[in-house]
């Protein structure tokens, strides 16, 4: 079982940072990727940003630019460096594992950490 726990989101003004951590825990083999999605009030799940095992990287185009991931396979743990924030990323973020076990995919979720951006 593949235990996701983010943390780091909060409050913050317009033009400041945030880091977004999601933590992996449990039997964890064929990871092809790890993500950050985010869901706001009315609106449907969309990926923020995605890194492959292989290291490529694919943004939302509206985070580009201003938002980095990366990971430390040391503590298997993602991260999610938000810049310049804007009102529009208000959202709940959603740390994603996906992995293949026998030719099968899978997605695990966290439970999700809420980002507000206001002023």
């Known amino acids: 079982q593949v235990q996701l726990v983010e943390s780091g989101g909060g409050s913050v003004e317009p033009g400041g940072s945030l880091r977004l951590s999601c933590a992996a825990s449990?039997?964890?083999?064929?990871?092809?990727?790890r993500s950050w999605y985010r869901q706001a009030p009315g609106k449907q799940r969309e990926l923020v940003a995605s890194?492959?095992?292989?290291?490529?990287?694919t943004y939302a185009d509206s985070v580009k630019g201003r938002f980095t991931i990366s990971r430390d396979d040391a503590k298997n743990t993602v991260y999610l460096q938000m810049n310049s924030l804007k009102p529009e990323d208000t959202a709940v973020y959603l740390c994603?594992?996906?992995?293949?076990?026998?030719?099968?995919?899978?997605?695990?979720w966290g439970q999700g950490t809420q980002v507000t951006v206001s002023s």
């Open positions: 890194l492959s095992t292989s290291g490529t990287t």
């Open positions: 449990g039997s964890i083999s064929g990871i092809y990727a």
């Open positions: 994603n594992l996906g992995a293949t076990r026998v030719g099968i995919r899978f997605a695990y």
